[in-house]
Every structure is written in structure tokens, then in C-alpha cells.
């Protein structure tokens, strides 16, 4: 997360976009928020500081807040972030709803710790569950996941699994894929019925209703969720599909850090991608952070960073001009509202995000999930892949017609923003608000523990 210091600006494609500064000097912080950007989108602000030992104590115990110097004297929850030296801190909040201007907080030490927890744990099966509270936000599947330990809402719960016969370009790539099968068979869907793991689901809205849908029937089994997945992986002259879980596949290593907080989670997890189940090709990071809900939004940041192992690792598209990158397959829900948007080349900055709304089962509010593309991923924009009849739209990579050939020395590095929000569609000055607020900063690499 870029660091905000006294005097300095933040600029956006070489645009002035928005001008904020924060300061700490005898415990006080300063926070400049002239447009009212950072309040509009409850944006999450970092903070350098120089603690006492008192302070700093207080920090690692929670016991420490920033209240508002004003009339209502709002307190706001901080979390502690040592850079890598150990000599600086960060303090880590989210802006509250606010005017614009100048905003100016004490920090204070309070006697006992924050209840209000954003915290990470396994289940009884080694699943990661991030929660805050008593309400899940969303699960990180880090082991395999079989179909029947699915979870479903309450009306699909005990639906048994129908698969579709195989026709059309799926069964021509498997039949690539597998040379040796007997044509004459006849193959259904369910050869892509297999477990699976490194994805997001369940992931819940601001209510409890569950957004994302795993393991669906019909002739997409292998649709999981938040995942991030390509459907044309080459490696040594021959393609694999990590996407529909064919040949290769994305496997723990073990080496997973995380840590909670009053103002967000982190997940921070290694695979490695397995050619046949057999031979390492190529080593995933991702970074899952979660943060605390403010009224009507939550964000959660996620960082995909891919490193080759092998020589002649490529990564596309379907065919290279369909889906394929961060994948979405939400619940269908009634009213349900697609959107995306991105910006004319010639424009200054190039902006882009989705929408994806309704009433999912559960509650009976409108509510959705947008998605914001970080304008450093290579390729930027990402095309726009939408699937109403999957209840699907998705930031594609790479780019339409090309293949991307991943580098043993340079990470590949994806970065998006995930906002839970209630309501429909949000208005366009408040998505690009979320969109310029979220590329001021940078979310965390691989290399940021």
C-alpha cells in the first residue's frame, strides 16, 4: 500500500487527480481529503508513523484508535503494519464518511483491545474462513475441495448434480488433450466434475447472502467461484487447461501466512501448478485482503503473482479471444444487472470496472459485487468477457489474440479491487471515485509480508 506523506500528491496516468497528505506530529494525524474522495469511497489510508513504545504496544494489542478531532469525536479502528526494517510503522485505517477537506486526528491508547476483529482461521478441514464478528465473508478453499463438502444456499443444498453431454469446442479440446480416447464414447460434462482448491467461495455479501456459486450442474462443473485460471496453458509444445482442471493443476505447497486485525485480514498463500499432477511448471502467490465493512461497501484487495519453473509456459485465453484470467461465476439471482465499462483509449486515465447486481437468495435487498482493474497489470485494459446465462462477467487476460509467455525471473503481477456493496448499480461518479482512489495506491506483491 503506497505510503501518504505530508506535501504529496497523487498522480494517475500522469493526471492530477486527486491531491491528499497526512501527517503525524505529537500524536496528532492529519489527513488532507479536499476533493472528499478518500470519504466517498471509505477508502482505505496508510499511514507512516514513529511510535513510542507505548504506542506501540497499544498498536499490537489493538488497544490503539484514532478519534476524530472534532465535534462528534468519532473513533476510528487503526491496525499496525511494520515496514521491513522494523524501524517505521504503518497504521493502516479506512477513511470514514466525511466533507471534504482537511481532517485531523489524536491517536489514543486505549485500556482495552478492540472486539471488533477482521480475523482468519482454519476449519476442521484446513480451509481458510476470514470472518468479522459472527458474519463469514468469504472462504479461501487452500486445500482440495471434493463436490460433496460444496457449500450451497439452503435451496440447492441437496439438488443432485446433472451433467450435460459433450459437444461443440469443449469436446474438441479434450479430445486434443487425450489423443488416445475411443471417440465413439459418449463423455458428459462430468469429466470436468473434479476437486478442486486455490479459490475463493463462498463469497457473502454485506447481509450473509452468498454471492458465489461452486460446482454448479449442467456442463460447467469445474466453475468455482472467484478463481484465477486459464483455459490454454502450453508448456513444452503441448496445452493443458487449468480452468476446466485438465492436465494441469494448482496445488498447496504449505506455505501460507495470515493475520488479522480491527481494519482488515491477509491471506497470503503459495501453489505451485502441476503438469499430469507430476511436474511443478509454475509458482502462484496470491494475496487475499480483506477488509473491515463500513455501511454499505466492503473491499477486498487480491494480488495474483505467477512466476514459470519451466521453460516455454504460456498462458491464454479460449482460443485466445474468449475467457480466461480472474473467472466469477456468481449465484443467479432475481433482477439480476450486468454492467462493465472501460474508457476510450485516447482518454486520460483509462478507467475500468464491472457491476454485477440482484437479490440473492437470502435477503431480499439488491446488492453486488464490482470489480476494478489495477492500471499497472501488464496489457491494461483487460477485455470484458459477459456470460448473463452463467451469471458471469469477468477482466480477461492477456489480451484478445495472444498468448502470454510467463518469465522464470519477472513475476507476472494481476492486481484487483473486489467491492461488496449493497444496492444496485453504483452511480458512475462513484465508480470512478473507487477506481482513482484504488490506483493511487498499490496493493500488496508476493514480497510484502
Known amino acids: 500500500m503506497k505510503i501518504l506523506t505530508s506535501s504529496v500528491k497523487i498522480m494517475l496516468a500522469s493526471v492530477l487527480l486527486i491531491a491528499f497528505a497526512c501527517s503525524c506530529r505529537k500524536n496528532v494525524i492529519t489527513i488532507n481529503d479536499n476533493e472528499g474522495i478518500l470519504g466517498e469511497t471509505n477508502a482505505p489510508v496508510s499511514i507512516e508513523v514513529n511510535l513510542t513504545e507505548k504506542y506501540l504496544q497499544a498498536a499490537y494489542e489493538n488497544r490503539l484508535v484514532l478519534v476524530e478531532i472534532?465535534?462528534?469525536?468519532?473513533?476510528?479502528p487503526v491496525q499496525l503494519k511494520k515496514d521491513k526494517t522494523g524501524i517505521?510503522?504503518?497504521?493502516?485505517m479506512i477513511m470514514p464518511d466525511g466533507n471534504p477537506g482537511i481532517h485531523k486526528f489524536k491517536l489514543v491508547n486505549k485500556e482495552s483491545p478492540s472486539q471488533n476483529i477482521v480475523k482468519v482461521e482454519e476449519d476442521s478441514i484446513g480451509q481458510v474462513v476470514i470472518s468479522e464478528g459472527d458474519k463469514k465473508i468469504l472462504q479461501y478453499n487452500y486445500n482440495k475441495?471434493?463436490?460433496?463438502?460444496?457449500?450451497?444456499?439452503?435451496?440447492?443444498?441437496?439438488?443432485?448434480?446433472?451433467?450435460?453431454?459433450?459437444?461443440?469446442?469443449?469436446?474438441?479440446?479434450?479430445?486434443?488433450?487425450?489423443?488416445?480416447?475411443?471417440?465413439?464414447?459418449?463423455?458428459?460434462?462430468?469429466?470436468?466434475?473434479?476437486?478442486?482448491?486455490?479459490?475463493?467461495?463462498?463469497?457473502?455479501?454485506?447481509n450473509g447472502e452468498m454471492l458465489t456459486r461452486d460446482w454448479p450442474d449442467g456442463g460447467h462443473p469445474h466453475h468455482r467461484g472467484i478463481f484465477w485460471a486459464w483455459p490454454e496453458v502450453e508448456?513444452?509444445?503441448?496445452?493443458?487447461?487449468?480452468?476446466?482442471?485438465?492436465?494441469?493443476?494448482?496445488?498447496?505447497?504449505?506455505?501460507?501466512?495470515?493475520?488479522?486485525?480491527?481494519?482488515?485480514?491477509?491471506?497470503?498463500?503459495?501453489?505451485?501448478?502441476?503438469?499430469?499432477?507430476?511436474?511443478?511448471?509454475?509458482?502462484?502467490?496470491?494475496?487475499?485482503?480483506?477488509?473491515?465493512?463500513?455501511?454499505?461497501?466492503?473491499?477486498?484487495d487480491l494480488t495474483i503473482s505467477l512466476n514459470a519453473l519451466e521453460d516455454s509456459v504460456?498462458?491464454?485465453?479460449?482460443?485466445?479471444?474468449?475467457?480466461?484470467?480472474?473467472?466469477?461465476?456468481?449465484?443467479?439471482?432475481?433482477?439480476?444487472?450486468?454492467?462493465?465499462?472501460?474508457?476510450?483509449?485516447?482518454?486520460?486515465?483509462?478507467?475500468?470496472?464491472?457491476?454485477?447486481?440482484?437479490?440473492?437468495?437470502?435477503?431480499?435487498?439488491?446488492?453486488?459485487?464490482?470489480?476494478?482493474?489495477?492500471?499497472?497489470?501488464?496489457?491494461?485494459?483487460?477485455?470484458?468477457?459477459?456470460?448473463?446465462?452463467?451469471?458471469?462477467?469477468?477482466?480477461?487476460?492477456?489480451?484478445?489474440?495472444?498468448?502470454?509467455?510467463?518469465?522464470?525471473?519477472?513475476?507476472?503481477?494481476?492486481?484487483?479491487?473486489?467491492?461488496?456493496?449493497?444496492?444496485?448499480?453504483?452511480?458512475?461518479?462513484i465508480s470512478k471515485a473507487r477506481w482513482d482512489v484504488y490506483n493511487s495506491e498499490l496493493t500488496p506483491i508476493s514480497a510484502d509480508k
Open 145 to 206: 475441495v471434493f463436490e460433496k463438502d460444496v457449500i450451497r444456499p439452503e435451496s440447492n443444498k441437496n439438488k443432485q448434480l446433472e451433467f450435460l453431454r459433450m459437444s461443440g469446442p469443449y469436446y474438441e479440446e479434450y479430445l486434443k488433450a487425450h489423443p488416445t480416447f475411443p471417440k465413439d464414447t459418449v463423455v458428459t460434462s462430468s469429466i470436468y466434475s473434479v476437486p478442486r482448491n486455490d479459490y475463493i467461495h463462498p463469497l457473502y455479501g454485506l
Open 88 to 92: 517505521n510503522s504503518q497504521l493502516v
Open 235 to 300: 508448456y513444452n509444445g503441448q496445452r493443458g487447461d487449468i480452468y476446466a482442471l485438465q492436465r494441469v493443476f494448482a496445488r498447496p505447497t504449505g506455505n501460507i501466512e495470515y493475520e488479522g486485525g480491527p481494519v482488515y485480514a491477509q491471506v497470503n498463500a503459495e501453489n505451485l501448478w502441476f503438469w499430469e499432477n507430476k511436474k511443478p511448471i509454475v509458482r502462484e502467490h496470491v494475496i487475499i485482503r480483506v477488509h473491515r465493512s463500513m455501511s454499505n461497501s466492503r473491499i477486498v
Open 70 to 76: 472534532s465535534e462528534n469525536e468519532k473513533e476510528i
Open 314 to 429: 504460456s498462458i491464454a485465453t479460449r482460443f485466445t479471444n474468449s475467457y480466461g484470467g480472474l473467472n466469477i461465476r456468481m449465484q443467479t439471482p432475481e433482477e439480476q444487472d450486468i454492467s462493465y465499462f472501460t474508457d476510450k483509449p485516447n482518454s486520460n486515465p483509462v478507467r475500468a470496472w464491472s457491476d454485477f447486481n440482484g437479490i440473492f437468495e437470502g435477503d431480499r435487498s439488491k446488492s453486488g459485487l464490482m470489480v476494478l482493474q489495477h492500471a499497472m497489470n501488464p496489457e491494461y485494459p483487460g477485455a470484458w468477457a459477459e456470460y448473463p446465462n452463467l451469471s458471469w462477467v469477468q477482466p480477461t487476460f492477456p489480451s484478445p489474440g495472444s498468448r502470454y509467455r510467463l518469465s522464470k525471473e519477472k513475476p507476472l503481477i494481476l492486481r484487483y479491487r473486489l467491492i461488496i456493496h449493497n444496492g444496485g448499480k453504483p452511480s458512475d461518479d
